[in-house]
Each structure stands twice: as structure tokens, then as C-alpha cells.
């Protein structure tokens, strides 16, 4: 499992849960952190990056959705992020909402495609998508896409080729069906893998067996 850090004030927890076995960390803050939170320069995020445990740096990115005034506060950030990722040779954590073009345009002017990572919880289309993955990256479906309204969504879901699909459950947040509505918790990620194997007319033992991505914390833990 990953504990995935949004903000330096409860960082300290973070690390701390990464420290039981099978639990891994990432460390940065979020873009919807607001700008009286803590903000690291690239020099801190990749000294925290050292700690035990930390294998990707993030959840960072844009959101626009509910974004007042300029983005540049926004922006700043995620270059931060992108810039300690290369320096500290760790995948990135991608959160994008309504913010796809600028997600891809920083990606590329701060060279991310040098580390790679994870769109996390996606939601965007084919094109965006496929631009990711020509980066390096990964697709990480939620529960979202077992939605009866995320056809879009399913339908870049059969799309994507397997070694670049990943699965993830957002807890607490997104339950799949049929526990949407409920708080929701890392176990229920096999539903969202069931849905996506039928989805994609494959078992979900066929899902199940494919390579991990290389930076995956899972390729050096036997039995996760």
C-alpha cells in the first residue's frame, strides 16, 4: 500500500505509516493546498525523499476546478515537485483536474519523462492519455471508472495497453460499485480490477499477473 502525502504538516504521520511492512510513502503537497500551508523548495523535497519508506514524490499537479485567481501559485509548485523528482531519481504522483494541457505542457518543459510516474485517479481521455504515456507514465484507473456515468472514461479504459495500466481505490475517497457511497478502504481495489477485467473481456487472474512497473514498490516486495 501507499500513503500518499498532500501536505508537510501531516508528513510526519506519513512516514511513520510507511514504516509497517507492505506500506510504502510519497512526499510533497497537493495543488489544492492552500497558500498558508508549508512550502517546500526542491532542496527539502528531495532530503524528505531520503527518508525510509519514500518511493515517489507527490500527490502534485494542477486543479483548476475549483481554483480562484491565478494559477501561478499552482505552477510554481508542480515544478517544484517535478524538479526534486529528477534530482531524487523517484516517480512522480500526477493529480490533473480541468488542467490536462498545462499538466502536460510542465511535464515536458521540467523534463519529467526523465523519472516517469503515475497519472493518479484518472480521468481524462484518449489523447491525454496517450501524450502521458508517451512521457513515461502510467494510468491509474479508481473506482470512478466502475461509475454507470464514466462511459468516456471506460472507454479509454479498454483502450489503454496493459503494461500501462495500474489500479488504485483514492481511499477514503471514490468507492467502487457497489460500495459507492461508503468510506473507502484499499481492499475494495479488487472491485474496480474485476470491473476493469470484464471491461476489457480478460480474467482478472490475466490482470493480476502482469509486471509491475519497474519503480513500483511492489517489484521488491514478495507477496504484495
Known sequence: MLCVSVDLETL???LATAQLPGVFASVGVHPNTGPD???PDV??????ATAPGVVAIGETGLDYYRLEGPSDGQHARFRTHIRAAREAAKPLIIHTRDSSADVLRLLREERAEEVGGVMHC???DWDTASAAMDLGFYISLSGIVTFKTATALQA???RLP??????ETDAPWLAP???RGKQNEPAWVCHTAAFLADLREESVAAL???PPPISSPCSREPGL
Do not use: I, T
Not at 496493459?162 to 489500479?167: A, K, P
Open 177 to 179: 460499485v457497489p460500495k
Open 156 to 158: 479509454v479504459a479498454r
Open 122 to 124: 484518472f480521468v481524462e
Open 37 to 39: 500551508a508549508e512550502e
Open 43 to 48: 532542496a527539502r523535497l528531495v532530503r524528505l
Open 208 to 210: 493480476r499477473r502482469r
Open 12 to 14: 510526519p504521520g506519513v
Open 162 to 167: 496493459g503494461d500501462r495500466l495500474l489500479v
